[in-house]
Nanobody, 118 residues
């Protein structure tokens, strides 16, 4: 059973930085793609960033381009999201996501709260 466990969320002032981590229970090589989504109160869950396993190329939502960086450490089976220049509108619960296998079975972490104060 795949488990994804996020950590690193918290309260930060606008302009500050946080780094989220997502530890996977198995080898992240087994995932076709990994990424981060977020959900703010009263809003739908939205994509923040994805990274493919084939070539490691990242994709970002326009709202975070130039401020967030997604990366992975294959040896530690961990996915990261470095968030810089944080804005109050980045406040949300951030979820780690992974898809595996030919059918792209999805897995989600439990979420970690990020709160950016103005």
């Amino acid at each position: 059973q795949v488990q994804l466990v996020e950590s690193g969320g918290g309260l930060v002032q606008a302009g500050g930085s946080l780094r989220l981590s997502c530890a996977a229970s198995g080898s992240i090589f087994s995932f076709n793609v990994m990424g981060w989504y977020r959900q703010a109160p009263g809003k739908q869950r939205e994509l923040v960033a994805l990274i493919t396993s084939s070539d490691g190329s990242p994709n970002y939502a326009d709202a975070v381009k130039g401020r967030f960086t997604i990366s992975r450490d294959n040896a530690k089976n961990t996915l990261y999201l470095q968030m810089n220049s944080l804005k109050p509108e980045d406040t949300a619960v951030y979820y780690c996501y992974a898809a595996a296998g030919p059918d792209g079975v999805s897995y989600w972490g439990q979420g970690t709260q990020v709160t950016v104060s103005s």
